[in-house]
């Protein structure tokens, strides 16, 4: 492993601080100490003078607990997730400052914040062209010394898809606030988005050595977790959010974390696991929607097919978004309904477009579909576009298997390759990615590495695909036994 910078918090390491210690009252720390001795006997007695005598306690009534604006302002603020009724309270309150004060750059930044904060819990782009125009008024106002606006710019971008935006925005947001923790995080996201893991690990290093307060530590845990979680340190991963779930203040916050927990369990494989943790996160906050979606696929990798179906129905009618209609397309191409699938694929295509329309990049998502039911011509020009602008890992996993499908198995070798190969920066263990490589490997006839990937694609989650599943196991009959039985070094 990797010689760890200064900075880097072990792996698995929780980040939440000890607890101070109590302190005495004043009235204790002016305690006369007095040794009493007599004949073969000595003691100690704590006696205290008689005009020090403790004063009676006097019960101090709780703060009051925060509003729905006061916590949605904080977590908006700050970048944790927020409960979309509070988002949507905040805003309407931000609409109306914005109107009673309008040279306010602060309150301009907070609602463009608040409007990409809610775009991402609804998957509603309309919001997205509000959230720039709030921050670009924001930037007007006060274009010098702004990391709120710039800081909203950098999630806007990332929430689009925009990549070198992101990275462009968060650089300046941080330059000017290295000691403010919520710069880190969506850069970290720009540069992993643009293929720069180093750039990633370092950020993700400068933000464990801020000292952070305690209400905002399990943020920063769920930030490492991701990091980790592409490192391929699954299980440190997977600790980070536990302890994130733990310490976080509100029932949004933990939802979130505890949705991604649930995405970590699926991906290795553990559905009951992933199911419970989904489960859970809906109790927290009904509106957490990626764990509707989540549910619904590791119901589908237990075989509760027609459970999976009405959470998957449940799910996008709360958050229509084209990459969890695709899962569902493909759900009922495995059960050979046919006539709902392409239903399903013709709204991935309407929700992928109506995304594009509010600035969203949705290239990734078009191309998958495009490559397995579509034009696997159309889906390599799309995709290779995307790869030069943002070449992440997810791209090249994409732009490899639409090549495969176009028949250019070579090339498509190469990216396959890129996205599963730690030394390029595939350190994620992906199911799907492995799969890809094993049937591209198939085509160029490297039948041993085919089947050391296919095997590690069923090792690493048996039921990662209700479509693709199955091929991978009937690739892996075809190609037969091997002759060592031998398995990558890191399949387990």
């Known amino acids: 492993m990797a010689k760890r910078q200064y900075g880097e918090s072990e792996p698995g390491t929780s980040l939440v601080a000890e607890p101070e210690p109590r302190r005495p009252g004043r009235w204790l720390g002016r305690a006369l100490l007095t040794v009493v001795a007599g004949g073969a006997a000595a003691g100690a007695a704590l006696t205290l003078l008689?005009?020090?005598?403790?004063?009676?306690?006097?019960?101090?009534?709780?703060?009051?607990a925060p509003g729905p604006q006061a916590r949605?302002?904080?977590?908006?603020?700050?970048?944790?997730?927020?409960?979309?009724?509070?988002?949507?309270?905040?805003?309407?309150?931000?609409?109306?400052?914005v109107r009673a004060r309008p040279a306010d750059a602060r309150a301009w930044a907070v609602l463009g914040a608040a409007y990409v904060a809610r775009a991402r819990r609804t998957a509603d782009a309309a919001d997205l062209p509000r959230?720039?125009?709030?921050?670009?008024?924001?930037?007007?106002?006060?274009?010098?010394?702004?990391?709120?606006?710039?800081?909203?710019?950098?999630?806007?971008?990332?929430?689009?898809?925009?990549?070198?935006?992101?990275?462009?925005?968060?650089?300046?947001?941080?330059?000017l606030d290295p000691k403010r923790w919520s710069a880190y995080p969506p850069l970290i996201d720009a540069y992993n988005?643009?293929?720069?893991?180093?750039?990633?690990?370092?950020?993700?290093?400068?933000?464990?050595?801020?000292?952070?307060?305690?209400?905002?530590?399990?943020?920063?845990?769920a930030r490492a977790s991701a990091v980790y979680r592409d490192r391929g340190w699954r299980e440190d991963a997977a600790a980070q959010l536990a302890d994130a779930a733990a310490a976080a203040a509100t029932p949004a916050e933990q939802a979130a974390y505890r949705?991604?927990?649930?995405?970590?369990?699926?991906?290795?494989?553990?559905p009951a696991e992933a199911l419970r943790q989904f489960t859970e996160a809906l109790r927290l906050d009904p509106a957490e929607a990626t764990a509707g979606v989540g549910r619904a696929r590791a119901l589908a990798a237990q075989g509760r097919t027609t459970d999976a179906l009405t959470a998957y129905r449940t799910a996008l009618a709360a958050?229509?978004?084209?990459?969890?209609?695709?899962?569902?397309?493909?759900?009922?191409?495995?059960?050979?309904?046919?006539?709902?699938?392409?239903?399903?694929?013709?709204?991935?295509?309407?929700?992928?477009?109506?995304a594009a329309a509010g600035g969203v990049d949705e290239e990734l998502v078009l191309g998958r579909l495009?490559?397995?039911?579509?034009?696997?011509?159309?889906?390599?020009?799309?995709?290779?576009?995307?790869?030069?602008?943002?070449?992440?890992?997810?791209?090249?996993?994409a732009l490899g298997w639409a090549l495969h499908r176009a028949g250019?198995?070579?090339?498509?070798?190469?990216?396959?390759?890129?996205?599963?190969?730690?030394?390029?920066?595939?350190?994620?263990?992906?199911?799907?990615?492995?799969?890809?490589?094993?049937?591209?490997?198939?085509?160029?006839?490297?039948?041993?590495?085919?089947?050391?990937?296919?095997?590690?694609?069923?090792?690493?989650?048996?039921?990662?695909?209700?479509?693709w599943a199955p091929e991978a196991r009937a690739a892996l009959r075809d190609l037969g036994d091997a002759e060592d039985g031998s398995l990558p070094a890191d399949a387990l």
């Open 131 to 175: 959230a720039e125009r709030a921050l670009g008024t924001s930037l007007k106002a006060r274009a010098t010394k702004n990391p709120e606006a710039l800081a909203g710019m950098t999630a806007l971008a990332n929430t689009r898809r925009d990549f070198p935006s992101a990275k462009r925005y968060g650089e300046q947001a941080l330059k």
């Open 408 to 467: 250019l198995d070579e090339e498509a070798l190469k990216f396959a390759t890129t996205a599963t190969d730690k030394a390029k920066g595939g350190g994620v263990r992906s199911a799907l990615h492995a799969f890809h490589r094993g049937m591209i490997e198939i085509e160029v006839e490297r039948y041993g590495s085919a089947r050391r990937h296919l095997q590690d694609a069923l090792l690493v989650n048996p039921a990662f695909s209700p479509l």
């Open 259 to 270: 949705a991604g927990a649930g995405q970590l369990a699926w991906e290795r494989g553990e």
């Open 72 to 97: 949605a302002l904080t977590a908006v603020t700050s970048g944790v997730p927020a409960a979309l009724p509070d988002l949507t309270n905040l805003i309407t309150r931000q609409e109306s400052a």
């Open 370 to 397: 495009e490559a397995d039911h579509g034009d696997p011509q159309e889906a390599v020009t799309r995709l290779r576009a995307e790869y030069e602008r943002q070449p992440g890992i997810e791209v090249a996993d």
């Open 50 to 64: 008689p005009q020090e005598a403790p004063r009676p306690f006097r019960h101090r009534p709780p703060a009051p």
């Open 319 to 354: 958050r229509p978004d084209a990459r969890a209609t695709l899962e569902l397309a493909e759900l009922y191409e495995s059960l050979n309904r046919a006539q709902d699938a392409g239903t399903e694929y013709g709204l991935v295509r309407e929700r992928a477009e109506k």
């Open 193 to 221: 988005g643009l293929g720069d893991y180093t750039a990633a690990r370092n950020t993700l290093d400068r933000l464990l050595a801020l000292r952070t307060a305690p209400a905002d530590r399990p943020a920063v845990m």
